[in-house]
């Protein structure tokens, strides 16, 4: 049997936050992530009293923080005018992630292309060679969310940055939702950089260009012979142990390569949240003991 902590995304409950975190102690969690990039959880809106508070919120519940989520959307640092402050902010979460506990801020950074030339990948490279020098100079991490690119394409882009001061946050589910990748294989291909997961699952329907399913500049000018016009129906996120994820060898996966940290449930749709993820804590208590 594997040996894990189990997470919970309290957002996914879609109640307040302190009402969300007393119920991931409820389901069984033994910690959780909860999203810092906008709203009474972003950083400017966190006087250091609240932040006293709401660590105390965690730790009266039995919880720890796994993680924060910075994800800024936008098409994350694809934006070159954009960057400053995006990095600037994400830069904020991080340092309150440290105050409350934590060493991991999740993220999306865009869709990595496959040209490494493209202007693109040169903008991407230089917002993430930075926020990788500031998270290394307070020994934490910022961790890129799988998904919009395979595996080995994410492992050449982050080997680029000469740090784990960029690492990942591993979606199973995202893999095969957008890209078709396997996710037993992303754990080896991405082995050195990553720091937490998500326990998500899903399926994919048909293919569709990542740029498009993202929104990324110029992918109304993708064509793929064969590819359907939009990504809205191309995949599905379903309850966790029901979809396209093996659960059993990704899981030995991550156990093979020395991985000890969070799997953080995710469930960003269905119409009874906390019961999907009540039943998808006993589905991984079952597999890990």
């Given at each position: 049997m594997?040996?894990?902590?189990v997470?919970?995304i309290?957002?996914s409950?879609r109640?307040?936050i302190?009402?969300?975190?007393?119920k991931?102690?409820?389901?069984?969690a033994?910690?959780?992530q909860?999203?810092?990039?906008h709203?009474d959880m972003?950083p400017e809106?966190?006087?250091?009293?609240?932040?006293?508070?709401?660590?105390a919120?965690v730790e009266?519940n039995?919880?720890?923080i796994?993680?924060?989520?910075?994800?800024l959307?936008?098409?994350?640092?694809v934006h070159?005018?954009q960057?400053?402050?995006k990095?600037?902010?994400s830069?904020?979460?991080?340092?309150m992630?440290?105050?409350?506990?934590?060493d991991i801020?999740?993220?999306?950074?865009?869709?990595v292309?496959?040209?490494?030339?493209?202007?693109r990948y040169?903008?991407m490279?230089?917002a993430?060679?930075?926020l990788?020098?500031y998270?290394?100079s307070?020994?934490?991490?910022?961790?890129v969310?799988?998904g919009?690119e395979?595996s080995?394409?994410l492992k050449?882009?982050?080997?680029?940055?000469?740090?784990?001061g960029v690492?990942v946050n591993?979606?199973?589910a995202?893999?095969?939702?957008?890209?078709?990748?396997?996710?037993?294989q992303?754990?080896?291909?991405?082995?050195?950089?990553i720091?937490?997961t998500?326990?998500?699952?899903?399926v994919q329907?048909?293919y569709v260009?990542?740029?498009k399913?993202?929104?990324m500049p110029?992918?109304?000018k993708i064509?793929?012979e064969?590819?359907?016009?939009t990504?809205?129906?191309?995949?599905e996120?379903v309850?966790?142990?029901?979809?396209?994820?093996?659960?059993?060898e990704?899981?030995a996966?991550?156990?093979d390569?020395?991985?000890k940290g969070?799997l953080t449930?995710?469930?960003?749709?269905?119409?009874d949240?906390?019961k999907?993820i009540?039943a998808?804590?006993?589905?991984?208590r079952?597999?890990?003991?």
């Amino acid at each position: 049997m594997f040996k894990f902590p189990v997470g919970v995304i309290v957002d996914s409950f879609r109640l307040p936050i302190p009402e969300a975190v007393k119920k991931a102690a409820l389901v069984g969690a033994d910690g959780i992530q909860v999203y810092a990039s906008h709203g009474d959880m972003a950083p400017e809106n966190m006087s250091a009293q609240k932040r006293r508070e709401f660590k105390a919120l965690v730790e009266d519940n039995g919880l720890v923080i796994s993680a924060l989520c910075g994800d800024l959307g936008g098409g994350g640092f694809v934006h070159k005018d954009q960057n400053p402050h995006k990095v600037e902010k994400s830069k904020r979460i991080l340092d309150m992630a440290k105050e409350l506990g934590t060493d991991i801020v999740t993220t999306h950074i865009g869709v990595v292309p496959e040209d490494k030339n493209s202007d693109r990948y040169k903008i991407m490279q230089e917002a993430c060679f930075e926020l990788s020098s500031y998270a290394d100079s307070i020994g934490a991490h910022f961790a890129v969310e799988t998904g919009p690119e395979t595996s080995l394409m994410l492992k050449g882009f982050l080997d680029s940055l000469g740090s784990t001061g960029v690492g990942v946050n591993l979606d199973p589910a995202n893999l095969v939702m957008v890209t078709g990748d396997d996710p037993v294989q992303a754990v080896y291909n991405l082995k050195d950089y990553i720091v937490h997961t998500h326990a998500k699952d899903g399926v994919q329907n048909f293919y569709v260009h990542p740029d498009k399913v993202y929104g990324m500049p110029g992918a109304d000018k993708i064509l793929i012979e064969g590819e359907h016009v939009t990504g809205a129906d191309s995949f599905e996120e379903v309850p966790l142990g029901t979809g396209s994820v093996p659960f059993p060898e990704y899981l030995a996966a991550l156990d093979d390569i020395g991985f000890k940290g969070f799997l953080t449930i995710e469930r960003e749709v269905g119409d009874d949240p906390a019961k999907d993820i009540s039943a998808a804590v006993e589905f991984l208590r079952n597999l890990i003991g």
